[in-house]
């Protein structure tokens, strides 16, 4: 089986060192890490975005030779910030992310998948923010691309938005055979819903593995500086000082 | 844009093209009548390279206002708020005063290197998608940079009658300009307008972002490069021949992209035609207004376009303030 993305020695200069990336199935895969971990960095790097190094095949085809709308169909790339330059409709938003011929329905299809049907005709910058972010998350699903970089989807999103939208992207990689690679900064749902995690610190990848083990082991103190206490996510205890026992 | 919206810009632009050659009908058909010949020269050497600038400039500041707002993501980004045709002004001022060529290549030439300056001292100053305070600010300080050089420029030229020459081409006009000069401006135009009308997906790309951009694969960095260099050429020629027209830039992509549901690519070709529109009514407006004498075309734009700008500004901090 040809592998969804196979990444190696991608790099962005002074933001992602030396990295190698493969997905071979179809998988939901999640990136965590800290503020300026290299997260963002990595999806840059393989959506070709900001002059990156290395070599990138997504289905086995270098998306560096492509137009606008074969790379449309291959991957598609959310960015963390949901803001939009021109005040267009959502329809036209989620339109922008099909290639040339794409079919007619699937604009309405995204639409009513998102809960979007009665803000259709809305101007984008006069919906709120999780709103906007449901639009933006249409565009990027609407062309039902091989590969997914989705940057913080979950941002902005209310908790029902949250786990609805997890579970389709979970559902899109069983039925469709599609893969997914999203940052994401809640552990909880990124334990429950990834198929696999990716921890990232200081630019490169610290650990890549089967998430409940990577979330019970040293990976995430040592990362975040935060531990699993009385079932939340808390900050590492300080350590005893000694002269408080004397 | 509807097919009906585009269908009556295309009239309006035909329409007002003719109307700019034929009026007043009545004293163009008994002159034809009488000598034809003359009437013929009046029409081809008169009317017609005035007609002509009228539709090639009015377009060129419609496309490239339209492509500057796109690339700046700035509605108030225009090739005169930008400094653009300033510092095409200054280029031919001191190609044609200080160096002393006055044939229309070396205008066009010292102008376009003029806008190029312009340009590129815009995006060092305000940065590539600049916010509007930072965007007019650089826009004014390289304007009236671009004004002080050029009334410094005019006041070392050799010849004493350096202002009274300028005044005119600096007001902007398309008076006495012949059918070889008109076409100096209309062609490097046209050209610089079809070359910015295949730029419209990426620019339409660049609504959720350069990032998104890039991902489609679009080379921004290339793109922002292009729109500089063909609206430099494009404005930068014209204003060699017609001097500097303030507002129409701003005026016509806003219009557009009213048509195009606020997408500013798809809003290139209908902010050239309602740039056209608009200076072909306004040398229609000057030549026919009952004045006794005829206004420098570029005082008509900015008397109609000023009032516009203040209103869109208000208009702007109104929505923000909501």
Known sequence: MTPRLDATGLGLAGRLEETDLLIGRPQLVCLVGPNGSGKTSLLHAIAGIGSPRGEVRIDGIDPAGLGPDARRRLFSYLPAGREAAWPISARDAIALGLPAGAQAGAIAAMLDALDLTGLAGRRIDRLSTGERSRVLIARALAAQPRLLLLDEPAANLDPLWQLRLMERLRAQVREQGQAVLLAIHDL???GRYADRLIVMHGGRIAADGEPAALLAGSHIPAVFGIERRGGAW???????????SR | MTRRAALLLWSLGAGLFLLSLLTPWAAI?????RDR????AILTELRLPRALLALSYGAMLGGAGAAIQALFANPLASPDLTGTTSGAALGAVVTAYIFGFAAPVALSLGAVAGALGALFLLLALAGRRAETATLLLSGLAISALAGALTTLALALAPSPFAFYDAYDWLMGSLVDRSLA???FAALPAAAAILLLLRLSAPLDALTLGEDVAQSFGHDVARLRLEIVCLTAVGVGACV???GAIGFVGLVAPIF???LTGGHPGRALLPACLIGASLLLAADLAVRLAPL???LPIGVVTALLGAPFFLWLVAHMRWRLER
């Open chain 2, 240 to 242: 060699a021949i017609c």
């Open chain 2, 37 to 40: 010949a003359l009437g013929l």
């Open chain 2, 181 to 183: 000069q008109a076409a």
């Open chain 2, 29 to 33: 058909g008994e002159l034809l009548a």
């Open chain 2, 256 to 258: 557009a992209r009213r």
């Open chain 1, 188 to 190: 909880d749902l990124a």
């Open chain 2, 292 to 294: 006794g004498r005829t």
């Open chain 1, 234 to 244: 808390r900050p590492l205890s300080p350590p005893a000082d000694p002269r408080s």
